[in-house]
């Protein structure tokens, strides 16, 4: 999530991980089976990767000119699972899956195990040190001129923010948005902190690791459509939503409120 926001700073274009729906159709290329037809010549797997990580773009691109969506390393997804647990979930096989399980719509989530020598305390779901065999790639919004989703961003409303327990240690955040635009949304992105007793944001801890999180009320390419997430907010329109962020790592004090802003939209075409 961090690289995310350096390359999205960097770059002045829009970055952030595909949802499993974009990673899915991106890895079938068009292609209607459950997997590669031509594993050997598209993917690493278990049956030719010597049991390690490969170089990159070694192996043919898929139909739309990808290489490695699947086998090599499980990719991150951005997605919802159970309400508003907050859970990433992992894509496209890796070297050491096999044949069979080298499906596009295999997914694998993160295991307890995989955090056995995490340093941090309380424990990260995004540092895997026993996950060597775990990587991501970036979705990059090139429709959309910066200024034109910078415009749209600044019309959406947070209110009522509170934070409570949640799921799995870490924050339950509420709150409502509005869209005072004219245009439809299909995405909108928050970056969530937390506050200080003098209310000051707090964006690093004090190791300098970030301590924000970005989270999806509204998220129309989600593989999960069964939820208000999936739905576009319409102009004028009020939505309430509830979401679960990580607590930040290490702090000098004890962070007592929730703050948010809207980083990033993407309005309807």
Known sequence: MGYCEWASILTGRRFRLPTEAEFEYAARAG???????????VAWYQANAQQKTQLTGTKKPNAFGLCDLMGNVW?????FH???DYAPVLRGGGW???????????????????????????????WLTDGTFVGFRLVCFADTPKK??????????????????????????TGTLKNTGDR?????????????????????????????????PVLVNSDQPGGDHARPLKPG??????????????????????????SAVQPSK
Do not use: C, H
């Open 184 to 216: 439809s949304l299909e995405e909108v992105e928050l970056t969530v902190f937390f506050m200080d007793d003098d209310a000051k944001p707090i964006f690093e801890d004090n190791k300098a690791r970030p301590s924000f999180s970005k989270v999806w």
């Open 96 to 126: 050491q899956t096999s044949a069979a399980e080298l499906r596009f719509a295999a997914r694998q989530q993160i295991l307890p195990d995989w955090y056995e020598r995490d340093p941090n305390r309380p424990r990260s779901m995004w």
């Open 148 to 173: 034109d989703q910078d415009a749209a961003a600044a019309k959406v409303l947070v209110t009522g923010l509170k934070a409570a327990d949640g799921s799995k240690g870490n924050a339950r955040v």
């Open 31 to 41: 292609a209607t089976g459950a997997g590669p037809s031509n594993p050997d010549e």
């Open 82 to 84: 159970d309400g508003p």
């Open 75 to 79: 990719e991150y997804a951005l997605e």
């Open 237 to 262: 329109e009020s939505r309430d939503f509830q979401l679960d962020v990580p607590q930040p790592f290490d702090l000098d004090v004890e962070p007592t409120k929730v703050g948010a802003k809207v």
